[in-house]
């Protein structure tokens, strides 16, 4: 599974609303070990490693870190999403600003850690609407 957008899909991103934040779903699917380049240690620590540092990269620009948690059992569906070992939700300020971010420096550095433990990720924006 990919672990990095096409660019047909950061277009159909930037073509949704921009005048709002968008929240951004991340399913993972962790290595059960780490890529050598992360060192000796599971795949989800390697990606827990990323995550410290891109929390910190996100909240400079103003988004947010709202959620994450274990995935422990599939109540409704078909299996897929039994597939996966964490849920994260995270709000970026607008779409541009999330393109702005994923594609820095500062996040291709970051990265390594990312790539390292990562086996699969969905990885789905979305926007506030009302029910």
Not at 103 to 121: K, M, N
């Amino acid at each position: 599974m990919a672990l990095y957008p096409t660019a047909e899909q950061i277009q159909a991103l930037l073509a949704g609303p921009d005048d709002r934040p968008v929240v951004m779903l991340n399913l993972l699917k962790f290595k059960p070990r780490a890529d050598a380049s992360a060192g000796a240690m599971t795949g989800q620590e390697a990606y827990e490693r990323y995550a410290r540092a891109m929390r910190e990269v996100v909240e400079s620009q103003g988004g947010r870190f709202l959620w994450a948690g274990q995935v422990d059992s599939l109540v409704i569906g078909d299996g897929v999403a039994a597939d996966f070992d964490v849920v994260g939700i995270v709000e970026y300020p607008s779409r541009k600003k999330f393109v702005e971010i994923a594609t820095s420096d500062r996040v291709r550095e970051i990265g390594v850690d990312r790539a390292a433990g990562l086996e699969s990720q969905w990885l789905i924006a979305t926007s506030t609407r009302d029910i």
